[in-house]
């Protein structure tokens, strides 16, 4: 009886995303990264700081009828190193992929630097090697500029 | 041997750097013997920004080996102000010349170069990021004067910030054993995080300081560079720094006799004309001995041998 008492029941999803393990305090930052908002016209169901047994305390976001892109897990391993996510399709786990922060990506992020050529209106998109993950540390492949964490957050 | 592009020093070798050093030594020493080199051979100098000793030294090198040059020297005057690319002025490029060099404002045109140029392109500089050639200049002279650049101790002084000849200078010492490196700036004038990062990975040991005189006898060489006046956002703190920043005859005096003091160019004060006379005064032959090091790398990327 105790155990149900402190479980939280949230309804399986038929398709769409479940994003587990979340480092707490970071599941309103992924909806805003993923562009999920009161307008979104399907079923979201957040948890914030919910009991987790490997990690004590965790968040859950369940997204009905979303299927990220290769970019957005992209972005969301900087913000969630660590979380999973669960592509669901007719109630059934299809795809599993566990968020971690990649040794480079494109275009998802702008260099800081204003004079860097990925900034100016060439025929190449922005590229930077990870050059360190805790911290944070990016390395441009045109200007070779690092963007630390401290910049990131508010870009990611 | 196949060179492609020439945009930073951290991709040279320490190997092709000697043989850049020392062909250029040959060509100091015989320049006439290779006036005819570049016959039928054209150099584009492309400067989006000003330049007077990188353009006017790049010209006499490729003349010198009896190439032809073409270009212009202001951006004004480039398709560049009609909003054409890099990528597109590198793909035209590539039918007009047989070598370019390029300054430009733009970071990280390397990798515009890398893709769209099939011709060899050297930086005559880009923004705050790179100045290779200056670089190797700078250690030509060093291992000129002092017969070496291993095992030396170097200060470098002044806008280690925005000045771009910095970043290459460190990169090409760092491919030299046993290299000490004083940074002496200002704290708001210090080198930039991915430029330390680098230092790093290479194993480039510095230290940091403010004033010249309480390391100035433990070097060999005194690399000092203009402190850039529209940098600083109060001018009171650059007429305060100015003056800390100069090098004065009675600074010299614990000075070792065989050190040696070279700029960049252009000085303004850091440097009073009084120096200009004293044995340690290098610049303006290192100013001279980037036509030598130029003439070098034009045959070392043109394959010409």
């Known amino acids: 009886m105790n155990e149900d008492k402190n479980k939280l029941i949230v309804r399986k999803i038929e398709n769409g995303t479940v994003i587990d393990r979340i480092p707490p305090g970071k599941a309103l930052r992924i909806l805003e990264v993923l562009g999920i908002d009161a307008n979104y016209p399907y079923t979201v169901a957040l948890a914030i700081r919910v009991l987790s047994k490997k990690m004590s305390l965790k968040d859950v976001v369940k997204i009905k009828g979303k299927e990220l892109t290769e970019n957005e897990v992209h972005k969301l391993s900087f913000i969630a190193p660590g979380a999973s996510v669960n592509i669901i399709q007719n109630f059934e786990v299809q795809r599993k992929i566990q968020l971690e922060i990649p040794d480079h990506v494109e275009e998802f992020i702008k260099c800081l630097n204003p004079n860097c050529v990925s900034n100016s209106h060439e025929p190449i998109t922005s590229s930077f090697d990870i050059i360190s993950k805790k911290p944070l540390i990016l390395r441009c492949i045109y200007c070779d500029r690092v963007m630390e964490d401290k910049y990131l957050s508010g870009k990611l | ?305």
């Open chain 2, 1 to 305: 041997m196949n060179l492609e592009h020439l945009f930073t020093i951290r991709r040279m070798s320490k190997n092709l750097m000697e043989d850049i050093f020392d062909l250029a030594s040959s060509i100091e020493e015989k320049p006439d013997s290779f006036a005819e080199k570049c016959k039928g051979k054209i150099l584009a100098a492309l400067f989006f920004e000003p330049s007077t000793r990188t353009r006017l030294s790049f010209e006499s090198a490729m003349l010198r080996l009896g190439g032809q040059i073409l270009g212009f020297s202001s951006a004004k005057v480039s398709s560049s102000s009609k909003g054409e690319s890099i990528a597109d002025t590198f793909r035209m490029l590539n039918h007009y010349a047989h070598i370019a060099v390029i300054r430009h404002y733009i970071e990280g045109i390397g990798e515009i170069a890398k893709e769209f140029a099939t011709i060899p392109m050297i930086s005559g500089g880009t923004g705050t990021q790179e100045h290779p050639t200056q670089a190797l200049l700078d250690l030509y002279t060093i291992r000129k004067e002092l017969g070496k650049v291993d095992d030396i101790t170097i200060g470098i002084m002044g806008d280690l910030l925005y000045g771009r000849t910095i970043p290459s200078l460190l990169f090409g010492l760092a491919k030299y054993d046993n290299v000490k490196v004083h940074l002496i700036s200002p704290p708001a004038l210090h080198i930039r995080k991915n430029v330390k990062l680098r230092l790093e990975e290479n194993g480039l040991a510095f230290r940091v300081t403010e004033n010249h005189k309480e390391v100035i006898d433990e070097l060999d060489v005194l690399y000092v560079t203009r402190l850039q006046k529209e940098r600083f956002p109060d001018p009171t703190d650059y007429e305060r720094l100015k003056g800390a920043y100069q090098i004065r005859k009675s600074d010299l005096r614990k000075a070792k006799d065989s050190m040696i003091i070279l700029h960049p160019l252009p000085r303004v004060s850091e440097i009073p004309f009084e120096l200009d006379e004293l044995k340690y005064a290098k610049y303006f032959d290192q100013a001279k001995n980037g036509v030598w090091v130029r003439m070098a790398l034009i045959l070392k990327y043109l394959g010409v041998d």
